[in-house]
């Protein structure tokens, strides 16, 4: 594991080279005195010269501040903008693809050494970091402004978690910043000896995929069609626990499912539109072993829209000719698992936005139909705003469960000043929803490979084996020069 549980608070000043014109509400608020830093400091794996710096980096109340300029910037993959009424805006890259970064660094040097101490001054005006306004007067470590350039400190949790930058000390005892690294894209798929990942090289056909060995970590790229030909490999049928596709009978406005109602639809689910016309219906059926069988309907419009469309969702229990309504979840379903027990796990995966920008908050959940037929809602009982399945997204894991029915999950809390208290992490859970909780750290994207080993994918090209705690690191320009 990496040093994300080792560092206190670390704070870096940004300069914002847009911002030049800026000047400060009051020119003579309070000054601070700051020094150079006395240990080395890299970003994106560059070793920077600070002394020749044209904009040194200061250190000030044991924290470390670093000067953006719009190189630096371009590099961690910040964007920022000013306005008299709005002030000092700044916030994670949000293109998507977002940029690789494949040239390093151009440092800003000077002939002339700096040396300091130098005087800086506490900043006034309005300021969001990614849409949060920050309380400059009340902040432990405020923002400042030198040489009419606006300096922001930030905590952990303002340059980890929110501008998912990483912040690394290294052997030498120096600072190591990593940000706005994106060749290594989404992951298609494993197999027994590599993690397979799509390459944000777009314009490359022979660099589309790269293959990781899962044991040495060594890295090889894979062409276009190579990718293709591993997509298709793991799109060729349906997943055995996803469902089959069905048609219920429909008598006026009663749906039967072999000889059991199940549904009446109401007015709003046959409203037809002038523009759209009438809702479309599908359906799908998924065995739940000894407690029968689950029906999703989904009715969607056909309605131009700029974000997702997942229309309506209703889902029955289905068993010895009664149908029950399983209100509580009507989720767009993504895998049924019935267990040796005679529990059935019913699961929702995260959806995406539909230009790909990550997923929606809110949309992945999971709950257990207990051998009497009650259904219990995970993300209830664990206060969790989403509920991930690991194996949901290995198409060729043939069950996300165990062997016992167990299932590996992550919980990402209801806001946690809405919690108490906060159940954000890794669990192990089992079919009498007894959670173990393994680890208190959900961030990143999760996946179960095929010998059920959890592999984490963070920002950054950052790829961690969970179970052994090694965690690596590839560069945007590093990767970009790999043959």
Same mark, same amino acid.
């Given at each position: 594991?990496?040093?994300?549980?080792?560092?206190?608070?670390?704070?870096?000043?940004?300069?914002?080279?847009?911002?030049?014109?800026?000047?400060?509400?009051?020119?003579?608020?309070?000054?601070?005195?700051?020094?150079?830093?006395?240990?080395?400091?890299?970003?994106?794996?560059?070793?920077?010269?600070?002394?020749?710096?044209?904009? *040194?980096?200061?250190?000030?109340?044991?924290?470390?501040?670093?000067?953006?300029?719009?190189? @630096?910037?371009?590099?961690?993959?910040?964007?920022?903008?000013?306005?008299?009424?709005?002030?000092?805006?700044?916030?994670?890259?949000?293109?998507?693809?977002?940029?690789?970064?494949?040239?390093?660094?151009?440092?800003?040097?000077?002939?002339?050494?700096?040396?300091?101490?130098? %005087?800086?001054?506490?900043?006034?005006?309005?300021?969001?970091?990614?849409?949060?306004?920050?309380?400059?007067?009340?902040?432990?470590?405020?923002?400042?402004?030198?040489?009419?350039?606006?300096?922001?400190?930030?905590?952990?949790?303002?340059?980890?978690?929110?501008?998912?930058?990483?912040?690394?000390?290294?052997?030498?005892?120096?600072?190591?910043?990593?940000?706005?690294?994106?060749?290594?894209? #989404?992951?298609?798929?494993?197999?027994?000896?590599?993690?397979?990942?799509?390459?944000?090289?777009?314009?490359? #056909?022979?660099?589309?995929?790269?293959?990781?060995?899962?044991?040495?970590?060594?890295?090889?790229?894979?062409?276009?069609?190579?990718?293709?030909?591993?997509?298709? &490999?793991?799109?060729?049928?349906? @997943?055995?626990?996803?469902?089959? *596709?069905?048609?219920?009978?429909?008598?006026?406005?009663?749906?039967?499912?072999?000889?059991?109602?199940?549904?009446? =639809?109401?007015?709003?689910?046959?409203?037809? &539109?002038?523009?759209?016309?009438?809702?479309?219906?599908?359906?799908?059926?998924?065995?739940?072993?000894?407690?029968?069988?689950?029906? &999703?309907?989904?009715?969607?419009?056909?309605?131009? %829209?700029?974000?997702?469309?997942?229309?309506?969702?209703?889902?029955?229990?289905?068993?010895?000719?009664?149908?029950?309504?399983?209100?509580?979840?009507?989720?767009?379903?993504?895998?049924?698992?019935?267990? #040796?027990?005679?529990?059935?796990?019913?699961?929702?995966?995260?959806?995406?936005? /539909?230009?790909?920008?990550?997923?929606?908050?809110?949309?992945?959940?999971?709950?257990?139909?207990?051998?009497?037929?009650? =259904? @219990?809602?995970?993300?209830? /009982?664990?206060?969790?705003?989403?509920?991930?399945?690991?194996?949901?997204?290995?198409?060729?894991?043939?069950?996300?469960?165990?062997?016992?029915?167990?299932?590996?999950?992550?919980?990402?809390?209801?806001? *946690?000043?809405?919690?108490?208290?906060?159940? %954000?992490?890794?669990?192990?859970?089992?079919?009498?929803?007894?959670?173990?909780?393994?680890?208190?750290?959900?961030?990143?994207? @999760?996946?179960?490979?095929?010998?059920? %080993?959890?592999?984490?994918?963070? *920002?950054?090209?950052?790829?961690?084996?969970?179970?052994?705690?090694?965690?690596?690191?590839?560069?945007?320009?590093?990767?970009?020069?790999?043959?």
């Amino acid at each position: 594991m990496f040093s994300r549980f080792k560092l206190g608070l670390i704070a870096i000043v940004i300069l914002v080279s847009t911002l030049a014109t800026f000047t400060p509400l009051h020119a003579a608020s309070p000054s601070v005195r700051a020094t150079l830093p006395s240990f080395p400091i890299s970003i994106n794996g560059q070793p920077l010269d600070m002394t020749h710096s044209q904009y *040194p980096f200061l250190f000030y109340q044991d924290i470390t501040y670093l000067p953006l300029t719009w190189n @630096h910037l371009q590099a961690l993959g910040i964007e920022s903008a000013w306005g008299e009424a709005e002030g000092l805006r700044i916030w994670t890259n949000r293109n998507f693809p977002r940029p690789a970064r494949i040239t390093p660094l151009v440092q800003d040097l000077s002939d002339v050494p700096r040396r300091g101490p130098f %005087t800086a001054r506490l900043a006034e005006g309005n300021i969001a970091l990614n849409e949060i306004a920050v309380d400059n007067g009340s902040e432990p470590y405020p923002f400042l402004t030198f040489q009419n350039i606006i300096y922001m400190p930030l905590t952990w949790n303002f340059v980890h978690d929110i501008l998912q930058i990483d912040i690394r000390l290294i052997e030498t005892g120096g600072l190591e910043l990593i940000g706005g690294q994106n060749v290594i894209g #989404p992951l298609p798929g494993d197999d027994d000896h590599a993690l397979y990942f799509q390459s944000m090289l777009t314009g490359d #056909p022979n660099k589309a995929m790269i293959k990781m060995d899962k044991s040495t970590y060594r890295l090889e790229w894979k062409s276009r069609e190579e990718l293709e030909e591993l997509r298709g &490999s793991r799109s060729a049928s349906e @997943h055995p626990l996803a469902g089959q *596709p069905v048609t219920p009978e429909r008598q006026d406005r009663d749906l039967f499912y072999g000889d059991t109602k199940v549904y009446t =639809l109401t007015d709003s689910d046959v409203w037809e &539109s002038a523009v759209w016309g009438s809702p479309v219906l599908t359906a799908k059926e998924y065995p739940a072993g000894d407690q029968g069988d689950i029906l &999703s309907i989904n009715l969607k419009w056909r309605i131009a %829209t700029v974000g997702p469309n997942y229309g309506t969702t209703y889902n029955f229990l289905v068993r010895n000719g009664t149908s029950t309504e399983l209100k509580e979840f009507n989720r767009i379903l993504d895998r049924v698992m019935p267990n #040796p027990d005679g529990t059935v796990w019913i699961t929702s995966a995260s959806l995406p936005w /539909r230009f790909g920008s990550g997923p929606i908050p809110g949309t992945a959940g999971l709950g257990l139909i207990d051998r009497d037929g009650q =259904l @219990h809602i995970v993300n209830e /009982r664990y206060n969790g705003m989403d509920v991930v399945a690991l194996g949901l997204t290995n198409p060729v894991l043939s069950n996300p469960a165990a062997v016992d029915g167990s299932l590996y999950v992550v919980i990402k809390a209801i806001r *946690p000043e809405h919690s108490t208290p906060d159940t %954000t992490g890794l669990y192990r859970l089992n079919t009498k929803l007894e959670a173990e909780r393994l680890s208190s750290y959900a961030s990143g994207l @999760h996946y179960l490979d095929t010998s059920r %080993t959890i592999y984490i994918q963070y *920002p950054n090209n950052t790829i961690e084996n969970w179970n052994t705690g090694e965690s690596h690191t590839w560069f945007d320009h590093e990767l970009a020069a790999m043959e």
